[in-house]
């Protein structure tokens, strides 16, 4: 190496450090400028101060850090679950394909819908030979509630409908749940605009290979609610 | 041992894998990479802060912080990234404190390996990383290494290490270069590459 190359390493070195003085600053921009290849050495230089930082003993941390993490990891998740898991698609669609469902299966409760023809995409998945059919009725003081749901069961994806349930409070969510042998398990929420909700959902895995005697649509008090403790605002019809 | 090795995929996930799993919301994916992890952070925390709780503070926002932000650190090097995270989480705490970081914080500003997951020092153990970097520090002269160390994880500006030395302020420029170019020469020697950390 000669006493130039020492010299640019140096300035290298101070760059990197920050405390080139404005004069040096200069000398190396002009270098760099004649040299592009510099530049990959600036790189190594940072890249090694900044290997300082495995120097320290590794020290576990006190295990409440990790109770703390996984806590808050756990609300962040819960609370990111309607956008992962239901996906809104446009109304015209699903109200065909829901009044579709009503019409093919039982003529119930979106008849004022009527199935277009043209719309292949919802004729297709209502082809399906593995496809199942709910149609969704209000119990109680939500008797003119009313809904369906199509699971394609091949595809692992379903689409909800429904109409003229009320409006929930701010904390509250309505929740779709499968009846799996006597047990209700979780299967989407969704939040309704006028009384109506329209959402495309996936099939949660853990219902990929159930068989699904019915759907309850609960009006649960909080998002997160892991088994129904609210009201049962729509329950399947057989 | 290796996180990164391709050969080991079946049996350690890599970072990246973990990553996505912990992106589904994965709970034994943020275990794994805190066990991986965590002990780096906050003994890097705790080696600057000098203050148990306060790395504990640092540890858990970065670890919170790898949960909920949308950037994906994996498309360069994790290592890299939780402890570039762990000097910034460090110097604010220090700054909060009212101490001189003029240097440190220049410093906390420098990703410890830009180069990526591909990068020579990206394919060994933390361990053997580790002793490596602390080999390439233990050739550096005493005074050098003194002020490499006490600027990175003391905090400590050049013009306090002259007074506390006694010496020029220019000494301590140097001593700052010089220690810093021997370390990079030694850490490629001990890498026995052409160049690339």
Redesign the interface.
Do not use: C, D, T, W
């Given at each position: 190496m000669t006493a130039s190359s020492?010299h640019i390493?140096?300035l290298i070195?101070?760059y990197?450090?920050?405390?080139l003085e404005p004069e040096e600053a200069e000398e190396l921009e002009q270098l760099i400028a004649q040299k592009p290849e510099l530049n990959?050495?600036v790189?190594?230089?940072?890249?090694?101060?900044?290997?300082?930082?495995?120097?320290?003993?590794?020290?576990?941390?006190?295990s409440?850090?990790?109770s703390?993490?996984?806590n808050?990891?756990?609300e962040?998740?819960a609370s990111?679950e309607p956008k992962t898991l239901t996906r809104p698609i446009s109304w015209r669609w699903s109200w065909v394909l829901a009044s579709a469902a009503a019409a093919l299966a039982f003529g119930f409760g979106l008849d004022n819908y009527r199935l277009r023809s043209q719309d292949e995409s919802v004729i297709a998945m209502l082809q399906q030979p593995n496809t199942r059919l709910f149609a969704l009725r209000g119990t109680g003081s939500t008797v003119r509630a009313s809904g369906g749901v199509v699971m394609d069961l091949d595809k692992q994806d379903a689409v909800l409908a429904v109409q003229n349930l009320p409006a929930l409070s701010g904390t509250q969510t309505y929740h779709l749940w499968a009846v799996v042998e006597g047990e209700k398990v979780a299967f989407s929420r969704f939040k309704t605009t006028e009384g109506k909700a329209v959402e495309k959902i996936p099939l949660p895995p853990e219902l990929y290979n159930s068989v699904i005697s019915s759907l309850v649509v609960t009006a649960e008090p909080i998002a997160e609610s892991p088994s129904p403790v609210g009201p049962e605002v729509l329950v399947s019809v057989l | 041992m290796n996180p990164d090795e391709p050969g080991q995929k079946q049996t350690t996930p890599t970072d990246r894998q973990l990553f996505q799993d912990l992106k589904a919301g994965q709970t034994s994916a943020l275990n794994a990479l805190y066990e991986r992890y965590a002990p780096i952070v906050y003994g890097l925390a705790l080696q600057i802060l000098k203050d148990a709780q306060e790395a504990e503070d640092v540890t858990q926002d970065i670890f919170i912080s790898l949960c909920k932000d949308e950037h994906d650190p994996t498309r360069g090097s994790l290592g890299s990234y939780v402890t570039t995270l762990t000097r910034s989480g460090s110097i604010d705490k220090m700054r909060a404190r009212g101490g001189k970081l003029k240097l440190l914080e220049h410093w906390g500003q420098i990703m410890p390996l830009d180069t990526g997951p591909s990068s020579l020092m990206e394919q060994v153990s933390f361990e053997e990383r580790s002793e490596r970097v602390r080999e390439a520090l233990g050739q550096i002269p005493e005074d050098q290494r003194q002020a490499l160390e006490l600027v990175y994880f003391g905090g400590f500006s050049q013009v306090e290490i002259a007074q506390q030395y006694k010496v020029p302020l220019g000494t301590v420029k140097s001593w700052l270069r010089l220690g810093l170019v021997k370390l990079r020469q030694q850490l490629q020697s001990s890498l026995g590459n052409n160049g690339s950390i």
């Open positions: 020492e390493q140096e070195a101070g990197v450090l920050g405390n990959n050495e790189e190594h230089v940072k890249a090694s101060l900044g290997l300082m930082a495995y120097v320290p003993q590794p020290v576990s941390p006190p409440r850090v990790q703390a993490i996984l808050e990891f756990q962040f998740h990111q | -």
